[in-house]
């Protein structure tokens, strides 16, 4: 396999240059350490580059997205369809062939725990995780107000809304060293796989959202709620 330090984004759709941290959009595997891997469905050649532009399944969908390997990246090993991109916890990626790989490593996947919790969370802290969403989404609901942003209270906030504080708890709670900005990238990466893309103006019928953007583009004002989100879940955590 080769291995090198790589800028590990992907971009996500459309003209917007929009890109989350590779992480996003790979599943868990575990050898004697588990590592993240996502499987190349298609390499091709940039015209007058030596990059390769491959294309990525996000796992569980119908979703695909590009990923620029360096020359450095494939100087050892030129990949094909079906081998797979893998990401150390340290942030190194490699390219592995396809039977190496799959006779190394097996998939993790989540055991389900009861009605269509799949956050990989106990059904037995699901309730303290739901309070924990509650009080980011209303946190979040006044710190908007500040900025003339409406926000739903808890009780009439939309479905999908919900759930999506809930990810977010559950997120920081499975990657309680994860920073501000690993929390926006995993939202970013949920609204992709539901459909969502950039736009100007939030529109929930079109699904649409400005802030379908990488972290570093953010505002300072949006950026916050990432942090505050972040603060809040690691409080309620040390708090018990």
Known sequence: MSETKEVINVVLCGDDDAAVHIREVMA???????VQAAEIK????????????LVIGIPGTDIDLPYIASQELISRYTPIA???????????VSISPKQVFEEGYNKIEFVDVGG????????????????????CHEVNRAYCAAL???????????QWQIDSAIKGVAFHILNP?????????????????????????KNVKKKEHPCM?????????????????????KQAIHAG
């Open 82 to 92: 079906g081998d797979y991109i893998v990401l150390y916890e340290n942030d190194y």
């Open 28 to 34: 868990e595997y575990q050898c004697f350490k588990v």
């Open 42 to 53: 298609s390499v091709e050649k940039l015209d007058g580059q030596p990059e390769l532009s």
């Open 116 to 135: 269509d919790n799949d956050l990989g969370i106990p059904q037995e802290h699901m309730g303290q995780v739901k309070a924990i969403a509650k009080m």
């Open 148 to 158: 003339r942003e409406e926000q739903p209270s808890w009780e009439m906030a939309p």
């Open 177 to 201: 060293d994860a920073p501000a900005s690993a929390s926006h990238d995993s939202w970013m990466a949920e609204k992709v796989v539901a459909g969502w893309k950039y736009g100007k103006v």
């Open 213 to 233: 953007v990488p972290f570093h583009h953010l505002s300072v004002e949006q950026q916050a709620k990432d942090y505050i989100f972040s603060a809040i879940v």
